[in-house]
Nanobody, 115 residues
Framework: QVQLVESGGGLVQAGGSLRLSCVVSGSTSRINDMRWYRQAPGKQRDLVALINSGGSTIYADSVKGRFTISRDNAKNTVYLQMNSLKPEDAAVYFC?????????WGQGTQVTVSL
């Protein structure tokens, strides 16, 4: 079993920055990909960024150049540094990790961006 706890969400003005963290506990040795998704009200949950066990990353086009995903394997933590935030970035952000057989989700953290 794997448990995920996100933190770092909040209210920020447009153009500002936030850093999300997701601490993973449990059977962490089996983790491959670590991901961040987001879901705005009335919309589907979309992939924001992914980092694999080798450190390679993938980003949604809408966040390229503004967001950076990273992981600290020693701390079992994945981060999402979000810069130049826009109102359309407002959503609940979810941490997600994949093992060989399963995927696990965090409870989500709210990001609100004001004009």
């Amino acid at each position: 079993q794997v448990q995920l706890v996100e933190s770092g969400g909040g209210l920020v003005q447009a153009g500002g920055s936030l850093r999300l963290s997701c601490v993973v506990s449990g059977s962490t040795s089996r983790i491959n990909d670590m991901r961040w998704y987001r879901q705005a009200p009335g919309k589907q949950r979309d992939l924001v960024a992914l980092i694999n066990s080798g450190g390679s990353t993938i980003y949604a086009d809408s966040v390229k150049g503004r967001f950076t995903i990273s992981r600290d394997n020693a701390k079992n933590t994945v981060y999402l540094q979000m810069n130049s935030l826009k109102p359309e970035d407002a959503a609940v952000y979810f941490c997600n990790v994949h093992t060989t057989l399963y995927q696990y989700w965090g409870q989500g953290t709210q990001v609100t961006v004001s004009l």
